[in-house]
């Protein structure tokens, strides 16, 4: 099994286009057969998550180093608001409204339970006492995914 030599990816400028050129000369091998894709993807996951947690500590420090726009090493960097969350609560035309979904909300999502119950078990729900359906299957959508869970 041919091994992955990972190319020092620090001298390359970090662009978009480079992803994609450094993902493909990555990946090559997998398509040709020569490695393993399970354990290609083990690593990578490993090395994303190491990567992330990274980002994590170092972006709050670099956070400390911008006032304003800046320019590294062709990559734009800039403090901007993100997750910007509004507190309506305190509009009295907001409250009421809110107060006629509240049950609303409730109902429906005692019903999309209800339907997801049927669905899981491939037939109608009835209400014990009326015999009436309460809920029945519906199409389910999905998609596959490769879950990959690192040991501890």
Same mark, same amino acid.
Not at 5 to 29: A, C, F, R
Not at 58 to 84: F, H, N, Q, R, W
Not at 132 to 145: L, Q, Y
């Given at each position: ?60 420090? +670099? ?6 726009? @800046? /320019?590294? $090493?062709?990559?734009? !960097?800039? %403090? ?54 309460? +809920? ?6 999905? @998609? /596959?995914? $490769?879950?990959?869970? !690192?040991? %501890?």
């Amino acid at each position: 099994m041919k091994q992955i030599v990972l190319n020092e990816i620090t001298g390359l400028t970090p662009t978009k286009t480079n992803i994609d050129v450094v993902s493909k000369e990555m990946t090559e091998p997998i398509i040709n057969g020569e490695i393993d894709a399970i354990e290609f993807s083990v690593r990578f996951q490993f090395a994303l998550d190491t990567i992330t947690e990274c980002l994590k500590i170092a972006k709050p420090y +670099a956070l400390k180093c911008i006032d304003k726009e @800046t /320019t590294m $090493l062709g990559a734009k !960097l800039e %403090k901007a608001e993100s997750g910007v969350k509004y507190d309506y609560s305190a509009n009295q035309q907001w409250q009421e409204i809110e107060a006629k979904l509240e049950p609303l909300l409730k109902e429906k999502k005692t019903i999309e339970e209800r339907i997801k119950m049927a669905t899981k078990i491939g037939n109608s729900i009835l209400d014990e006492y009326s015999g009436e359906i309460i +809920a029945s299957p519906v199409a389910k959508i999905s @998609t /596959t995914i $490769l879950k990959i869970t !690192l040991g %501890k």
